[in-house]
């Protein structure tokens, strides 16, 4: 007798439905696996027959064969377990067909017949639905998140004993609390929220911080430890507008595939700060078995902060393509996965390795060539990809303004940066992008009108101050100052300060 089941197979963010049949043969007792399964899911077959028997269900006895189709696409993970063991069940007549061919079944099993969560939820039944599925079963504690993807009827199970039931017919009311995976990782929530308003002072970073809002740019921040790189950084996401539902759904999509459990759809701009110990795995996705996201792509539609920057390396580097083309592929020998990384990348540095050069009144302790190879690791591709680069200077009093004028907060100002997203909006509606940041360099020169005199950019590109794609990131930038200050062109006075922007200065704002 043969019977099948059906669950997903993820590679990347995106899913392919996966047939999972079982078909009991002559021979002796035992179980076959078939169909590229890896490491993880070839110990499935011992795991599954162990937690059926533990409810008493009914195994094949003799020889049973298991095909995970199509048999050409390489299979990861132990979430196959429970389409397995269900195929397997009714390959021995312990359940009737009737739901089993509209439903997907997603989940690992323990040997107690327990059903432990997993990751990849949310985009495994996205690609559930896109196939036309109409019902999934996934763990209890999931559930939640599998019903964020309309048009699917989600039931939830504890044991695989419960599983067996609603296929069945006879849903569970109060199913068990599903087992929680240890390669999970913890979510914590805080209740903290940074806002602007606690920035006091740095007027002219906190407007670079604005226009880089406003038009999705790339910032690069350096200065001396303690003058509030990090502080003003972790303050971008809270200037950011919220995810459009199918940003939400893309982003959380990503989480749910990083292992994150969701309640909800993701509806802020995300934001990562990975450690400059960082491995370049973790940094842009993968792994030796089942290919995970990485932080590049767990910034998608947000903010990568990386702190201390030169400390990374040639990590950086790496970066090139994702900043280009907003994706980045991961590729190994059985098998390659894309992953979404349109991020918005914020850079920090301190001048040198003590962090003390060109600090009046301190005292540097670096010669001038550990100057230069400090500043040597960030290279010039990297930071010619970088739209604004602002230098913050120190403080020069204890507690200043503290009686003066509070500074705006970040509703404040994420109310003007929604208002120039807007304006972006209208003037690209026709086009792939939504913002200045990511305009084509020949849109930008042929499809929107450029300033009346452009010689202010001819003398920088002349001195050498500007490569080519520096002329690219200063006209989009100048139509961001545009956007903000609300004006149809760039003026002569955007394109002074988007140059200055880019090239370092300190601005002014328009």
């Known amino acids: 007798m043969r019977a099948s089941a059906w669950s997903v197979a993820l590679t990347g963010i995106e899913g392919v439905v996966v047939e999972v049949e079982a078909a009991k043969g002559g021979g002796l007792p035992r179980t076959q696996l078939v169909g590229l399964p890896d490491k993880s899911l070839s110990e499935a077959k011992d795991r599954v027959k162990a937690a059926v028997r533990a409810f008493d269900l009914p195994w094949p006895p003799q020889l049973?064969?298991?095909?995970?189709?199509?048999?050409?696409?390489?299979?990861?993970?132990?979430?196959?377990?429970?389409?397995?063991?269900?195929?397997?069940i009714a390959a021995e007549g312990g359940i009737r067909p009737g739901l089993l061919g509209k439903t997907v079944l997603f989940g690992e099993l323990s040997l107690d017949g327990r059903i432990r969560n997993v990751r990849g939820v949310l985009p495994a039944m996205l690609a559930a639905a896109r196939a036309g599925f109409e019902c999934a079963i996934v763990p209890s504690a999931q559930t939640d998140e599998a019903e964020l993807v309309p048009g699917l009827t989600v039931w939830g199970a504890g044991r695989i004993d419960e599983v067996v039931s609603i296929?069945?017919?006879?849903?569970?009311?109060?199913?068990?609390?599903?087992a929680a995976s240890s390669s999970l990782p913890p979510v914590e929530a805080t209740a903290y929220v940074?806002?602007?308003?606690?920035?006091?002072?740095?007027?002219?970073?906190?407007?670079?911080?604005?226009?880089?809002?406003?038009?999705?740019?790339?910032?690069?921040?350096?200065?001396?430890?303690?003058?509030g790189k990090t502080m003003l950084a972790s303050r971008l996401p809270t200037l950011l507008p919220a995810l459009t539902?199918?940003?939400?759904?893309?982003?959380?999509?990503?989480?749910?595939?990083?292992?994150?459990?969701?309640?909800?759809?993701?509806?802020?701009?995300?934001?990562?700060?990975?450690?400059?110990?960082?491995?370049?795995?973790?940094?842009?996705?993968?792994?030796?078995?089942?290919?995970?996201?990485?932080?590049?792509?767990?910034?998608?539609r947000g903010v990568l902060f990386l702190d201390e920057c030169p400390d990374f390396g040639p990590k950086l580097d790496a970066l090139r393509t994702p900043l280009e083309?907003?994706?980045?592929?991961?590729?190994?020998?059985r098998a390659s996965a894309l992953f979404p990384a349109r991020f918005q990348l914020v850079l920090a540095a301190n001048p040198c390795p003590c962090g003390m050069f060109g600090v009046a009144g301190a005292d540097c302790r670096c010669d001038s060539v550990?100057?230069?190879?400090?500043?040597?690791?960030?290279?010039?591709?990297?930071?010619d990809r970088i739209d604004i680069r602002h230098q913050m200077l120190g403080a020069n009093r204890v507690l200043m303004d503290v009686a003066g004028t509070p500074p705006e907060s970040s509703a404040v100002v994420a109310a003007r940066v929604a208002e120039a997203r807007q304006r972006q909006r209208h003037r690209l509606a026709d086009t792939p992008w939504a913002t200045n940041g990511e305009v084509a360099g020949p849109y930008l020169r042929k499809g929107l009108p450029l300033p009346n005199d452009l010689s202010i950019l001819n003398g920088a590109l002349?001195?050498?101050?500007?490569?080519?794609?520096?002329?690219?990131?200063?006209?989009?930038v100048a139509w961001t100052l545009a956007d903000l200050s609300g004006h149809d062109r760039v003026g002569p006075l955007e394109l002074r300060v988007a140059l200055r922007l880019r090239q370092g200065d300190q601005p002014q704002a328009a």
């Open 462 to 476: 002349e001195r050498g101050a500007l490569s080519l794609r520096g002329v690219d990131k200063v006209l989009r």
């Open 64 to 88: 049973i064969t298991i095909n995970l189709s199509p048999a050409n696409l390489p299979k990861a993970g132990s979430h196959y377990d429970v389409a397995i063991a269900v195929a397997a």
């Open 325 to 333: 083309n907003g994706t980045i592929t991961i590729s190994r020998a």
């Open 370 to 383: 550990k100057v230069r190879r400090y500043r040597e690791r960030i290279s010039g591709p990297i930071l």
């Open 194 to 227: 940074p806002d602007l308003a606690e920035v006091v002072g740095h007027e002219t970073g906190r407007f670079a911080l604005e226009v880089a809002a406003a038009g999705r740019h790339h910032l690069f921040l350096h200065g001396p430890p303690g003058v």
């Open 245 to 300: 539902n199918e940003e939400s759904l893309e982003v959380s999509a990503i989480h749910s595939l990083a292992g994150h459990q969701l309640s909800g759809l993701i509806s802020r701009p995300p934001y990562a700060d990975p450690h400059h110990s960082v491995t370049p795995v973790a940094l842009l996705g993968g792994g030796s078995g089942e290919l995970k996201p990485g932080a590049i792509s767990l910034a998608h």
């Open 167 to 178: 296929l069945a017919g006879v849903p569970v009311a109060q199913p068990t609390e599903s």
